[in-house]
T-cell receptor
């Protein structure tokens, strides 16, 4: 069965620290990859997505993610986090249809 | 404003009662989804629908039912057969093209006592 694994459930960082959130998926075919973010009290919203082309994609608020096909990974990065990045982050994969599978989520807390 | 409206936002029900959560979208999206969000488990797909009068089971469909009589509406019924119904339920939609961004509603909190 298709699945998405996020390596860390909770991450605590100080402001200006670098962030990397891991995401691996299990599916051998073509995938579309997403990172969604849920800020406290807000809707889930798209952070960035990969469909094809350059495997390094840039999203909103300085986030980026790299698709490494050989590792089935799509890790999210940000060089310097801010207190306002405190949120829950979800990796998601769509495989050849309308079905999108989400990871369990990573709760990030940034200390001011 | 275009968007997805879920109602009610908070709902309390007694065990053994069916309850229906409403989801309406005015984005003209073809595909609609219901997810359940539990702490530590992320979003799990309950049902999805690609077109009117058609829907498919997701990963955790047992104890739930849906209908898609209109493009803009995709109500979810949580039946008494659902063993652990207390959860946060999210409705979502996406345009026709495969792999497009999913747009989410604000969610509905269901508590069964």
């Amino acid at each position: 069965a298709q699945s998405v694994s996020q390596h860390n459930h909770h991450v605590i960082l100080s402001e200006a620290a670098s962030l990397e959130l891991g995401c691996n998926y299990s599916y051998g075919g073509t995938v579309n990859l997403f990172w969604y973010v849920q800020y406290p009290g807000q809707h889930l919203q798209l952070l960035l997505k990969y469909f094809s082309g350059d495997p390094l994609v840039k999203g909103i608020k300085g986030f980026e993610a790299e698709f490494i096909k050989s590792k089935f990974s799509f890790n999210l990065r940000k060089p310097s986090v801010q207190w306002s990045d405190t949120a829950e982050y979800f990796c998601a994969v769509t495989t050849g249809g309308f079905k999108t599978i989400f990871g369990a989520g990573t709760r990030l807390f940034v200390k001011a | 404003d275009g968007g997805i409206t879920q109602s009610p936002k908070y709902l309390f029900r007694k065990e053994g009662q069916n309850v229906t959560l409403s989801c309406e979208q005015n984005l003209n999206h073809d595909a609609m989804y219901w997810y359940r969000q539990d702490p530590g488990q992320g979003l799990r797909l309950i049902y999805y629908s690609q077109i009117v009068n058609d829907f498919q089971k997701g990963d955790i469909a047992e104890g739930y039912s849906v209908s898609r009589e209109k493009k803009e509406s995709f109500p979810l019924t949580v039946t008494s057969a659902q063993k652990n119904p207390t959860a946060f339920y999210l409705c979502a939609s996406t345009p026709q093209a495969i792999g497009n961004t999913i747009y989410f509603g604000e969610g509905s909190w269901l508590t069964v006592v």
